[in-house]
């Protein structure tokens, strides 16, 4: 048998060897092989039946392959159709529990209305939050007016250092001394 135990390698042999028995055993009346003696026809049928399996789950494998690839283009599409599909159904039915059960669908839950226990513990807590935060309504917000005092601004990078040419250039044309500061008034 050829090197390698594949499956297309076993069945390229097969075909040798019906090649190679068609032309060099066709004188041959019978062939004695696994314990039995057989015509060169039955030996070559049995051979040609490792071809015909293998070649036919080539072709099924391949048939496989092109329903996977067409699945995978069209599934997307198909399910927005289905998506679409449902929304109609609910839209036209409603909440119709035997109508939505023979599509395979539940009705949507009605939420229950909140009990007086519960709307008035929800209102507590929404006044609690107010309060827990300072929130504060529209009015109140717009009467707020925030008191600044100074303001000191603190670059965040140090200022390039101006480069030194050893002239004035640079300095204030004003060259006249300070003015003496003013008499302070009589005290009376």
């Known amino acids: ?88 159904v609910k839209a036209a039915f409603g909440n119709q529990p035997g109508v ?5 669908m539940q009705p949507r839950k009605v939420a229950a209305p909140p009990t007086v226990q519960q709307r008035a513990a929800a209102a507590a807590k929404r006044e609690a939050t107010r309060a827990a935060r300072g929130t504060k309504g529209s009015k109140a917000k717009a009467a707020i007016k925030g008191d600044v005092t100074g303001v000191v601004v603190t670059p965040v990078t140090a200022p390039k250092p101006a480069p030194s040419t050893g002239s004035n250039a640079d300095a204030p044309a004003n060259t006249q001394a300070p003015s003496a500061p003013a008499a302070a008034p009589a005290k009376s």
Do not use: W
């Open 100 to 104: 939505l059960a023979d599509f395979g």
């Open 1 to 88: 048998m050829a090197k390698g135990n594949g499956k297309g390698e076993a069945v390229a042999f097969a075909k040798q060897l019906i090649a190679g028995a068609n032309k060099n055993l066709a004188n041959v009346g019978q062939l004695p092989i696994a314990g039995g003696l057989l015509t060169l026809a039955q030996a070559v049928a049995e051979l040609q039946k490792l071809v015909d399996l293998r070649t036919s789950v080539e072709t099924a494998q391949a048939q496989a392959k092109a329903a996977v690839a067409a699945e995978v283009a069209q599934l997307p599409a198909l399910r927005a159709f289905m998506s679409a599909f449902v929304t109609f």
